[in-house]
T-cell receptor
Framework: GAVVSQHPSWVICKSGTSVKIECRSLDFQATTMFWYRQFPKQSLMLMATSNEGSKATYEQGVEKDKFLINHASLTLSTLTVTSAHPEDSSFYIC???????????FGPGTRLTVT | QKEVEQNSGPLSVPEGAIASLNCTYSDRVSQSFFWYRQYSGKSPELIMSIYSNGDKEDGRFTAQLNKASQYVSLLIRDSQPSDSATYLCALSPSTNTGNQFYFGTGTSLTVIP
């Protein structure tokens, strides 16, 4: 149980374009989902927290107009990187929790490369 | 700010030995503690969660929590080369679900065959 999927697993896009990443909880209802970014050999950095049906809460320094998060259902959250630039190239990872347990379960991550 | 401190390592142990990973935290009200394993290029994978003082064992893994001293540790018995990874300590400040986790920077473990 507690499986979280992400799609795509990797994506290459051109500078200035937008990319959407999907995060799904496959066998539980995710009341809260988290989006992280991780640069090589660095720690996880929380970008935002999203609760189903509510606006996402962004961490300080994360541009909410650039990183659009939608959590429209209890099993799906999306992160859209708008007008991507090479410095947005990173490993984006989502995690999810249910309302019944404290643990966060991570998706496999999406590696974004902006050329 | 909830600080979570881990020795970045690298920690090297021979195959079959016990690997000991430590984590200290600054917030006395933290309630829930977690250990994640992250292989290079992969996302974190939950290994253990612990909520009460004392030891919790799961297979070759034992988590130890001491809230008075504000530390949590992970012991890996009979270490295997496949245990080589970065281990992340995380805490949640609340007993409510859906709260933000605070992660340490991780300890890199290498198990030498």
């Amino acid at each position: 149980g507690a499986v979280v999927s992400q799609h795509p697993s990797w994506v290459i896009c051109k500078s200035g374009t937008s990319v959407k990443i999907e995060c799904r909880s496959l066998d539980f209802q995710a009341t809260t989902m988290f989006w992280y970014r991780q640069f090589p050999k660095q720690s996880l950095m929380l970008m935002a927290t999203s609760n189903e049906g509510s606006k996402a809460t962004y961490e300080q320094g994360v541009e909410k107009d650039k990183f659009l998060i939608n959590h429209a259902s209890l099993t799906l959250s999306t992160l859209t990187v708008t007008s991507a630039h090479p410095e947005d190239s990173s490993f984006y990872i989502c995690s999810a929790t249910s309302g019944l347990a404290y643990e966060q379960y991570f998706g496999p991550g999406t590696r974004l490369t902006v050329t | 700010q909830k600080e979570v401190e881990q020795n970045s390592g690298p920690l090297s142990v021979p195959e079959g030995a016990i690997a000991s990973l430590n984590c200290t935290y600054s917030d006395r009200v933290s309630q829930s503690f977690f250990w994640y394993r992250q292989y290079s290029g992969k996302s974190p994978e939950l290994i253990m969660s612990i909520y009460s003082n004392g030891d919790k064992e799961d297979g070759r893994f034992t988590a130890q929590l001491n809230k008075a001293s504000q530390y949590v540790s992970l012991l890996i018995r009979d270490s295997q080369p496949s245990d080589s990874a970065t281990y992340l300590c995380a805490l949640s400040p609340s007993t409510n679900t859906g709260n933000q986790f605070y992660f340490g920077t991780g300890t890199s473990l290498t198990v030498i065959p």
